[in-house]
Every structure is written in structure tokens, then in C-alpha cells.
């Protein structure tokens, strides 16, 4: 077996410096030294020294050498990727003492290590972590060991899990201790740095018992000891980062007599080796936690999955959204409420962490997130990589769901969770179990303080407390839906799940498809992102950010190749899974705070909130006593009361959420539509809801309003009597709508006569209004562009840019596009004639002259024979008011198309009178209107 290490000590930093002194580490070569040592004597280790010297034939660390950045990659490179005697070892391990640096690069902090010619002026820094991180995805050594003593090198933990995932992992070990967390400065202790002092005291074979396996568990482990028992370390503002992938790796063998005994009474008559013990009640439990955690139930689909077939790497927020202190305006600067709904609360700069590298920063976790955010989920994942050796290999996974223990507690009337533990470790005694504990070998997992309520939740924080006070040593995460979490517990870090990102998503929909489709699976999946990521489903890929939410659209994607045709059917359904079924499926009961309130009382509450923010001008943020004001309007009941049914609602189905302290809003922005559309359904609250029609925030409350009534012919109606009204009074706008109307009536084409009055409405007015918007809007009336009608646009189109365009390149082009598109003689004639009457723009100086004097005439000369030969450019000499009137209009009409062609329930008599009458001037529609009543009541 072939062994080699890199073990690099720097002293000397010539051009780093701090307070005008150079940062000389005189321990960096004496921690190298030692090290080598260690690995020479004890390991068989090759051992490549930098810098390095040769002092009575021996190599040994250079304490006044330089080691460059390039000169450390290469070292590095050949270790672990390319040796230069071509033979990979099958252990290779890194040390590294010296500067580490985190460095704010465009908005992102790069981890480094620092070489000898760093320089801040110059901003050379060195080696960086995430460039380590890569060759050792790279590499194929077998067993690969990092340790680092430097400053923020616990960075180098979070890029392996970026950048560093062997693409054989069944072939590779890994072993990694940072000295400190990334945003932490690493110390030195007895003149050596804290990491190195740790390392020879874990490394020494005399600590151990004779024929011991030392391995990289056991050291780690033993750091650990070492770190809790030294009683300068509580000063220290720093703490080791392990990172342990596949089976322990073995270092060598112990020579001591020294083992661990159980500190129990019973277990004073005899000895422990509580590292063999580990291992042994490690797989005995084994095959019981594969079973019982190995595979998820997914929504309303026959057969559960393995849970490594379907599972997404989860992201959790250093600091969860409530915990901070920020005003509505803060959450809301450079915010668009749409696009940026989902990370209202969020810092623009907040880094999404990876979940596991959170469980291996802090022992003491706890867990937080929204109904269906994953947190059971990553819990299971969390024991099923410990169970497998991948993650905290020197623990003992034990997964305790609350309301199993709570439950067992009562009928055997003792709430001990010490007994609760021993009973889950069927096999080992009293004494071993204890042991285990003592030694701070167990990962306890608690997975949903929520689902424990009334007095039992008070009962089980105090056990929790307690155990927690008595086995200190030991990993605990707890889980609890974010709004219920009303406890604190003491040196917890608090984390909570993030919504998937597009990525996250994309993966899950591949995992589930290939999971429940079989061989169409990943078809299917392509299918479904493809869909997903239209425009038109915007909506919909809103929700798929919760888990439990995107779950359900694949579900029914599944099933049907497609969404429901009725997006509100979606939501509905979704809607329903959050506020019962959820639940439900699982057998919690929730305390009785409102139970009182059906699931139809609850949407009508939520509708009511709803719609009375939808009303304000910034409607997706509530203060809490706003929202709460509004509960006690609507439920009748005390402000305190309100308190209580806000918090339910946001703690049991997460449709309220807390986006910084006292400050709330939904937790979708579709759901707060659908709830706001729901509203004017439930009261048929029409002529207030016509009040928002040129709102661009309603529009989508409009189309699921529409959607959801059984017949919509009167709503529409109304619609089109409202857009009608909204330009009638005005007399130019009425004139242009007539020139539109009486233009489509000239062009004989077999289309819709809405669309082509759409066409030119937008074409007449290109520089003052969007044209995209008439172009939509006759995309809404299925017009299909034939070469006849495409003549007739261009050509108007092509004079129209003659006309107005400042570019003498554009305008010679126009008028030739315009006289190759007209079968109109006159009108070919006249338009040769004024471009002859152009002169030669090749004399750019004489074209600007000859333009400044006679371009107003050459251009009023054009217009006239628009006016005369195509009925167009006329200049209706619109104002700002009637601008924005006509803007109005135009989106008003396309809302109307849109909820027409959404799949609503319309009678064919209501559709043809608003096909008939769109854009229509008021005189024609007040004619038509006569005739129909003189056909009605015949003389």
C-alpha cells in the first residue's frame, strides 16, 4: 500500500501585512515539522516537505523558504491527480500551516490559502479552496486526507460538497478537518497552531488500546475530546470542521493499554471499548434504519420509493427569514413584487447552504421550514448517510419522530427520552447505552416539535433540555415547522430550508419520473420541464419552489401528460393538501387553537385577507397588526384571539409566513390571487371587482375568476361594457377608432375584423404606443397572417418607419420595401418621385444640409400621399392623458381576449358579441345595437 503526504509550513509573508507588520507565522514550520514526523514514524508515509532543506541528510521544513502559489498547485496536482513517477497512491494526504484568506470577489467570498507572495495592494492571494476542492473530484486516489490549519479554511468543507463529488463513490474515502469555519480565525495554543496541537495528541498510538484500529473516525473523534476538554479552547473563537465521506480510513494501529469505562455503576465491574462498541451497535442497527428510513411515500402514489432514488440535496438559510429586523420599505427596495415574490426577506447576498454541510458545522441543529418545505425528508436523508458511512461515520443514527415518543410516553407514563433511546437500541444493555452517550457517540435526530401540542409540549421541551444538559457531547437536530417553533434551545444554531431553486426543481422532476414512469421516465421528465418553463405557467413555477407543491404537479402531470387546463384547479388541489390532507395523510392532529373553523371557513377567512390587501397600491406585505385587525374584522373576535388564529394558520399550513419580524405575507403570491379571485366568486362581487379592470396587478385575478365561474357570460359582459366606457367620452380617441374600423372594413382579407383592427390600431400608433400589445392582442384572436394581409401590414408598416425614422440608411430602405410591396401604381409612381427627390446620401455633409432645409416639407409631402393613397399617418395629436387612456385600452381588451380563451364557460352568443364589438367606436356599437332591437321588435 502505497502512502504519501504534502505537508506544507509557511513562515514567511514579505508583502502581507497588518497594522504596518509583516504576518510571519513562526508556528507554521514547527506544526509541519511535527506532523511529518508523525507520519513518517507512525503511518509509512511518504512524506514531501514545503518548503524544504536539507540539513544532515535529511530533508526537513524550511522555516525561511518561500513557497509560491504555483509551486503549492503543483505539489498539489501531483499528489493527488498526476504523480510524476506515474503511481498513484492509494492514501494521500495534504497538511497545510500557514495564512488562510476569504476574499469578497465581485459579491462572493473565494477561500485561499495564502502563499509567500501575497500581497494585498497587488491582490495576489494564493491557492483556492474551491480550485483544491476540484482536483480532488478529479482525483482517483482511493483515500484522500486534508487537514488544514489556517484561517476560514472550513470554506474548503462547503466546496467539496460543489465541487468535488467523485464520480465513483463507492471507490472513495475522504477525510477532511478544517481548523475553523469559514468566517473564523484560526489560533495558535502551547506553540503550535490549535489543529496541529489537536492532531498529535489524536494521532498518538499511546492513546489508544493495544490492537486498536486507529482510523479517521477515531481521530476525529478524538479531536474532539481534546477540543471540549482543554480549557482554553471556551475562549477560543474557533471550532474544528470535519468532513468524512465513505468508510473510515485506516492510519495505524494503537500500542496503549488505555480503553474507555462506562461511568454507570454497572458498568464500573468491566471495560468498554466504546469505539468497537460504536461499530458493533453501528451495524446492528444498520439493516433496521435502511428499512425504516430508507425509502419516502410519495403523494398519493401506490408504492413508496427509495429515498437515494428520489432525494434533492437540500439548501438551508444561515438565518431564518423571521428572525430579522427590517421595515416593509427595506424588504421591498429594488424588489419586483412579481418576479421577486419568493425572496421577500431574503438578503441579496444571503448564501443558501448546503444541509449536510450545516449538520457537520453544527452539533447542535436545529431545523426549520414551511408544511412540505422537506424537513422529514432531510432528516431521513440525514440518517441514511450516517447509516452508510458517509456522514458522521463515528455516530450512532437514532431517527425519533415526537409523536411516537409523546405518544408511548403516555400509555407507559414516562417521558424519558434517555429510555425512549435505550429502548430503540434493542440489543445493547444499560450500561453500553449509557456509554454511548457519555462518549458523545450518538446522533439524535427529533423530527417534529410542531406535531407535538397542549400541555405534552411543554413536557417534552423539559426532557429535551435535560438530555440535551446531561449528554452534551452528542449531534441533535430538531425539526419543527417554522412559525410553531416557540421554544429556544441554548447553542442551537437555527437554520431554515430553502425553497428549491430552478435546478432543484429540474432535478426532483427527473428523479420522480424516472421513479414512478419507468423507462418513459426521463421523457416524461423533459416533458414536464419544458411545460413548466413556459411563460404561460409562470404561475405554476411558483409553487414548485415547496416541495410538497411540486410533488403534486408532477403527480398530476403524471397522470394526465399536462396541468389541469384550469390553473385554479391546481391550486385548489394544492390549497386542500395544505390545509387538511397534509396531515391527514400522516395522522397528526393539531391543537384545538381554531379548530373550530372548517376548511371552507378558513379559505373564506384567507380569501377575506386576501382581497383587502389586494386592494392597496403595495399589497403583499401585512404588518402583523394589520393582519391581525383583519382576522378580528372577519372571525369577530378579540385582537388577542386574532394573535392565536394568526399563528395557526401560519404554523399548520404555511400560507402565511413571517418575511421578517411582524412583518407577513403569503406564502405564494398565486395563492394570494387565487384566495383574492375566490373572494369575488364566493360574495359574486362584480362591480367592485370591474373597479380594478385596468389594474395590471388584477390580471390575473381576473382570469381565475372567470375560470372558476360555472357560466361566466355575465362577468365578461360587464368586461366588455367597462373597456367600452373607458374611452367613450373622449372624442379624438373615438375618431381614431373609427378610422380603424372603417380600415379593416378596406382590407379584404377572410379574418376576424377585431384582428385587423387590432393590427392597425397598433400600427398607426408605433411610436407612441407598444404595438406588441395590438400584436398580442390579435394573437388572442387566432389571427394567422396570410401573404395577402402581410403585404398590406408591411407596406403601411414600411411607410410609416419612411416617415418617421431619423436614419437616412432606414429611410431609403423603407421607401424600396414600400415600393416593392404596393400593386398600387399611383402610389409606385409617387413614391419614386420623392425618393428622386431625395439627394445622395453618399455626400453626408450635403444630405444633413439638404435635410435641414427641406426635410419638414419632404416628410409632410410623404404623409400626404399616405393619407391619400393608404389611409394612414394621420397625426391624431394624442396627449399624455390620452396616452395613457389608450394604453389602458389596448391592455384592458387583451385581459378580455385572454379570459375568453382561457377555457371559461362561455355561451357562443356572449363570445361572438365580444369578437363582434371589440375595439369598436361607440357610434357603430350604439348602431348595431339599434338594429338588433329593430330585428327583435319587427313594425
Given amino acids: 500500500m502505497t502512502r504519501k503526504a504534502l505537508v506544507v509550513g509557511i513562515k514567511p509573508y514579505p508583502n502581507f501585512r497588518g497594522k504596518k507588520q509583516r504576518q510571519d507565522l513562526a508556528n507554521a514550520p514547527l506544526d509541519a515539522e511535527a506532523i511529518a514526523q508523525i507520519l513518517r514514524d ?139 469555519r469559514d468566517s473564523e480565525t484560526a489560533y495558535g495554543v502551547d506553540g ?25 473516525s477515531e481521530i476525529q473523534a478524538a479531536v474532539e475530546r481534546e477540543f471540549n476538554a482543554h480549557p482554553k479552547f471556551k475562549t477560543y473563537p474557533q471550532r474544528p470542521i470535519f468532513f468524512s465521506f465513505g468508510r473510515p480510513i485506516h492510519f495505524w494501529g494503537g500500542r496503549g493499554i488505555k480503553s474507555v469505562v462506562g461511568l454507570n455503576p454497572v458498568s464500573e465491574k468491566f471495560e468498554i471499548n466504546i469505539d468497537t462498541l460504536v461499530q458493533q451497535v453501528r451495524q446492528s442497527l444498520h439493516d433496521k434504519i435502511q428499512n425504516l428510513y430508507g425509502t419516502m411515500q410519495l403523494l398519493d402514489v401506490a408504492h413508496p420509493v427509495e429515498i437515494g432514488r428520489l432525494y434533492v440535496d437540500v439548501n438551508v438559510l444561515d438565518e431564518p427569514t423571521s428572525y430579522k429586523r427590517l421595515e416593509i420599505n427595506d424588504l421591498l427596495e429594488g424588489r419586483d413584487y412579481r418576479q421577486d415574490f419568493d425572496r421577500f426577506g431574503l438578503s441579496k447576498v444571503q448564501q443558501r447552504v448546503p444541509g449536510l454541510q450545516a449538520v457537520i458545522d453544527h452539533p447542535k441543529l436545529m431545523v426549520l421550514g414551511k408544511p412540505g418545505a422537506g424537513k422529514t425528508t432531510f432528516l431521513q436523508h440525514v440518517v441514511i448517510e450516517c447509516n452508510n458511512g458517509n ?99 441554548e447553542r442551537f444554531a437555527y437554520v431554515e430550508v430553502a425553497d428549491f431553486n430552478s435546478d432543484q426543481i429540474a432535478t426532483f422532476a427527473r428523479k420522480y419520473f424516472v421513479a414512478t414512469a419507468g423507462k418513459q421516465g426521463e421523457a416524461k421528465a423533459q416533458q414536464f420541464l419544458a411545460k413548466l418553463n413556459l411563460q404561460e405557467n409562470q404561475q405554476i413555477r411558483e409553487l414548485a419552489g415547496t416541495p410538497i407543491l411540486l410533488s403534486l404537479t408532477c403527480k398530476v402531470f403524471g397522470d394526465t401528460g399536462k396541468f389541469y387546463s384550469k390553473r385554479h384547479e391546481l391550486y385548489k388541489e394544492g390549497l386542500e393538501l395544505l390545509l387538511s390532507k397534509w396531515d391527514d395523510s400522516r395522522g397528526i392532529k393539531r391543537d384545538n387553537v381554531y379548530r373550530d373553523l372548517s376548511v371552507k371557513r378558513k379559505q373564506e377567512l384567507l380569501s377575506y385577507i386576501a382581497a383587502k390587501k389586494f386592494e392597496q397600491s403595495q399589497y403583499v406585505l401585512f404588518t402583523q397588526d394589520e393582519i391581525q385587525g383583519y382576522i378580528a374584522e372577519y372571525l369577530e373576535i378579540s385582537l388577542e384571539e386574532s394573535q392565536v388564529v394568526l399563528e395557526a394558520i401560519a404554523s399548520q399550513h404555511g400560507l402565511l409566513v413571517e418575511r421578517s419580524q411582524r412583518i407577513y405575507s403569503f406564502s405564494h403570491l398565486t395563492f394570494q390571487e387565487y384566495f383574492t379571485a375566490k373572494y369575488f366568486v364566493d360574495k359574486f362581487a362584480w362591480q367592485s371587482l370591474l373597479l380594478h379592470l385596468t389594474a395590471p396587478t388584477y390580471s390575473e385575478v381576473f382570469k381565475l375568476t372567470i375560470s372558476m365561474l360555472n357560466n361566466a357570460d355575465i362577468l365578461l359582459l360587464l368586461m366588455l361594457e367597462k373597456i367600452h366606457a373607458l374611452v367613450a367620452s373622449d372624442i379624438n380617441i373615438q375618431h381614431f377608432l373609427i378610422w380603424a374600423n372603417q380600415k379593416s372594413l378596406s382590407v ?73 410591396y404596393s400593386h398600387d401604381i399611383k402610389l409606385k409612381q409617387l413614391l419614386g418621385k420623392l425618393k428622386k427627390g431625395l439627394p445622395d446620401r453618399q455626400n453626408l455633409k450635403k444630405y444633413k444640409t439638404w435635410w435641414q ?61 365580444i369578437e363582434d364589438t371589440l375595439l369598436l367606436p361607440i357610434a357603430e356599437i350604439e348602431r348595431r345595437k339599434r338594429e338588433r332591437q329593430k330585428g327583435d321588435n319587427p313594425e
Avoid at 478529479?138 to 468535488?164: M, N, P, Y
Fill in 42 to 180: 507512525y503511518g509509512r508515509f511518504e512524506v514531501k516537505v514545503l518548503p524544504e532543506t536539507c540539513a544532515e541528510g535529511a530533508y526537513q521544513v524550511d522555516e525561511k523558504g518561500l513557497v509560491k502559489a504555483e509551486m503549492l498547485q503543483d505539489a498539489i496536482y501531483e499528489l493527488f491527480v498526476e504523480p510524476a513517477d506515474g503511481k498513484l497512491p492509494q492514501t494521500a494526504l495534504l497538511f497545510f500551516a500557514g495564512h488562510g484568506l476569504a476574499i469578497d470577489e465581485y459579491g462572493e467570498t473565494v477561500g485561499y490559502l495564502a502563499t509567500s507572495e501575497t500581497n494585498i495592494e497587488q491582490k495576489k492571494w494564493g491557492v483556492r479552496l474551491d480550485w483544491l476542492a476540484k482536483q480532488l473530484g478529479k482525483s482517483k486516489v482511493s483515500e484522500q486526507i486534508v487537514w488544514l490549519d489556517c484561517c476560514h479554511s472550513g470554506r474548503l468543507t462547503q466546496e467539496i460538497f460543489e465541487q468535488a463529488k467523485p464520480a465513483n463513490q463507492n471507490d472513495v474515502k475522504r477525510f477532511i478537518i478544517a481548523a475553523c
Fill in 192 to 216: 503550535h497552531g490549535v489543529l496541529t496541537h489537536l492532531l498529535q495528541k489524536a494521532l498518538d498510538p499511546e492513546q489508544y488500546s493495544v490492537g486498536s484500529d486507529i482510523n479517521s
Fill in 391 to 489: 456522514l458522521l461515520p463515528d455516530k450512532v443514527p437514532i431517527l425519533i419522530k415526537l409523536r411516537d415518543f409523546v405518544s408511548k410516553a403516555k400509555k407507559t407514563e414516562n417521558f424519558s427520552l434517555e429510555n425512549y433511546v435505550a429502548s430503540d437500541l434493542r440489543g445493547c444493555g444499560q450500561s453500553e447505552v449509557t456509554a454511548l452517550l457519555e462518549a458523545g457517540k450518538v446522533l439524535l435526530l427529533l423530527d417534529g416539535l410542531d406535531e407535538v401540542s397542549g400541555v405534552d409540549s411543554d413536557v417534552v421541551v423539559d426532557e429535551i433540555r435535560e438530555f440535551i444538559e446531561t449528554y452534551y457531547q452528542n449531534y441533535v437536530i430538531l425539526s419543527c415547522r417554522i412559525q410553531a417553533q416557540k421554544y429556544r434551545f
Fill in 748 to 820: 379584404k382579407v377572410a379574418y376576424k375584423l377585431a384582428a385587423i383592427r387590432a393590427l392597425y390600431l397598433g400600427t398607426e400608433q408605433t411610436l407612441a404606443l407598444d404595438i406588441q400589445r395590438m400584436l398580442s392582442l390579435n394573437l388572442g384572436l387566432d389571427l394567422d397572417l396570410n401573404l395577402d394581409l402581410r403585404h398590406e401590414l408591411e407596406l403601411d408598416l414600411t411607410l410609416i418607419l419612411a416617415s418617421n425614422t431619423l436614419r437616412s440608411r432606414e429611410r431609403y430602405l423603407a421607401l424600396d420595401q414600400a415600393h416593392n
Fill in 853 to 913: 432645409t427641406n426635410g419638414q416639407t419632404w416628410i409632410n409631402t410623404l404623409k400626404s400621399v399616405m393619407k391619400e393613397r393608404r389611409n394612414i399617418g394621420h397625426d391624431w395629436q394624442f396627449n399624455n392623458d390620452q396616452l395613457k387612456m389608450l394604453r389602458q385600452y389596448y391592455d384592458s381588451n387583451k385581459l378580455l381576449v385572454d379570459c375568453l380563451n382561457s377555457g371559461c364557460r362561455v355561451s357562443d352568443e356572449v363570445r361572438e358579441e
